[in-house]
């Protein structure tokens, strides 16, 4: 039997914070630190106490060791409470979240931060037959398959920049497969003419075949199926096309989008439900220039900004308006090179580029700077509110606040 756990005394406001992943540990640490003094209690709920670095599974995944970043260490000292376990159901009348299907925990406000994993659903054969790289877990089965393979083909499905990163990871560090990019894109294909010749280019020099133009219709036990009924035999198939969210936020009856991301209003908190919060890739956020999609770099503002929004309401104080703009796309190509377009508020490319050793180091301190972050932001949050506003690009005409 589950009881329901309102820990801390009786007047106490609870936030609950579901999923640590970057946007949910910024809201976190960001909220910890601002509410301290406060009569608050935060709490934030995940299912391991290791942060899944994202940014690095490629490199997990070809048996590259990454740095072991744990939560309730990050979160000691800070006043957030860590509860490690598997979130099943939200229940927004009663303000209720089920943990492990046998802990209840209450909640005054709500931030939902379930992030998203890959789509296995859309083509037969991927759950069975293929690698993602949806966790620490996932990336070291990979890495113990392909330490085993004499010799053989690997395709990685998905011409966007996971299965970039995959691919000339995978072909780098097991020059002894042949390493086969399918996808329905080109390669790189919304970074301008001069940082798309040179990723293509990396990839034929580390022995990336590349087939754009075609869709992978079915995954099978030793190959795949693309469209128009060819099949091409591999000893592994890498997963990497589409991303899709958890289903508890729809069946909790917030608005969703088609894609089951919770709508959110200008300031973040759901169109339904406005003791909820929505951060990251579980949300589906409007900007002027349309609906933030995933990423590291939009995920942490998020987080902060509901922090910084929850802080503001218990004070008495109206939220503000979340306002983002993108400003790059790193992405790596190997250990020794890499390529970092720089955007434009609503992500479309800049002429601007950097290739080679700069874009490593560029692209290293990107991926190593959310742990600093949140440390840094446990004693000093106003260190985590810079982000790039982006202007007028970002300005919603309906929430002119
Ligand atoms: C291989 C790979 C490479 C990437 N590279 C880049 C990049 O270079 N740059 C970039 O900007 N973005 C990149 N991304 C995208 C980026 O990782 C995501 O946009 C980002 O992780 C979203 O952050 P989030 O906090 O919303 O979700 P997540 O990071 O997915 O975190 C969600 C957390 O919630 C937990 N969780 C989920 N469901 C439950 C549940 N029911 N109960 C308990 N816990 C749960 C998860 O375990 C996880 O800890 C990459 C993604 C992948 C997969």
Request: glycine share 10%; aromatic share 6%; charged share 20%.
């Amino acid at each position: 039997m589950s009881t329901a756990h309102t820990t801390g005394p009786a007047g106490t406001h609870h936030v609950l914070i579901l999923g640590a992943g970057y946007a949910g540990l910024a809201a976190a640490t960001q909220l910890a630190a601002r509410t301290r003094k406060a009569d608050v209690r935060v709490t934030l709920v995940n299912a391991h106490e290791r942060f899944t670095e994202r940014l690095r599974l490629h490199l997990t995944a070809t048996g590259q060791r990454v740095a072991e970043l744990d939560i309730p260490t990050l979160l000691a000292n800070t006043g957030a409470h860590f509860v490690r376990g598997w979130v099943t159901a939200v229940d927004a009348q009663t303000r209720t979240v089920r943990v492990d299907d046998s802990r209840v925990l209450r909640y005054d406000t709500l931030v939902y931060g379930l992030g998203s994993v890959t789509d296995t659903t859309v083509v037969p054969g991927v759950e069975e037959h293929a690698y993602t790289l949806d966790g620490p877990s996932d990336a070291t089965t990979l890495a113990d398959r392909l330490a085993r393979l004499d010799g053989g083909t690997v395709v990685v499905v998905g011409g966007g920049l996971t299965g970039v990163e995959s691919a000339a990871e995978i072909a780098e560090r097991h020059p002894e497969l042949d390493v086969v990019l399918v996808g329905r894109q080109d390669p790189g294909a919304r970074m301008t003419a001069r940082a798309r010749s040179h990723l293509r280019t990396a990839l034929t020099r580390l022995g990336v075949q590349v087939i754009s133009g075609t869709a992978v219709t079915k995954v099978l036990p030793d190959g795949v199926e693309l469209a128009g009924a060819r099949t091409m035999a591999a000893d592994v198939v890498l997963w990497t096309a589409g991303t899709r969210v958890s289903p508890l936020a729809a069946a909790a009856g917030l608005t969703v989008d088609d894609r089951g991301r919770v709508v959110t209003d200008a300031t973040l908190r759901s169109v339904s439900h406005p003791d909820v919060y929505a951060i990251g890739d579980a949300a589906a956020i409007r900007q002027g220039y349309g609906v933030l999609h995933g990423t590291c770099q939009s995920g942490m503002p998020t987080g902060v900004h509901a922090a910084v929004s929850i802080a503001r309401a218990l004070r008495g104080r109206q939220p503000r308006q979340f306002r983002f703009g993108y400003y790059h796309t790193p992405v790596s190509l190997g250990r020794n090179d890499a390529v970092v377009q720089f955007t434009r508020p609503d992500d479309s490319p800049r002429r601007g580029c950097l290739t080679g050793r700069p874009a490593v180091w560029y692209k290293e301190t990107v991926s190593a700077s959310p742990w600093p972050t949140y440390r840094r932001m446990t004693t000093l949050p106003s260190s985590g509110v810079f982000w790039p506003r982006g202007g007028r690009l970002t300005r919603r005409r309906d929430d002119a606040r």
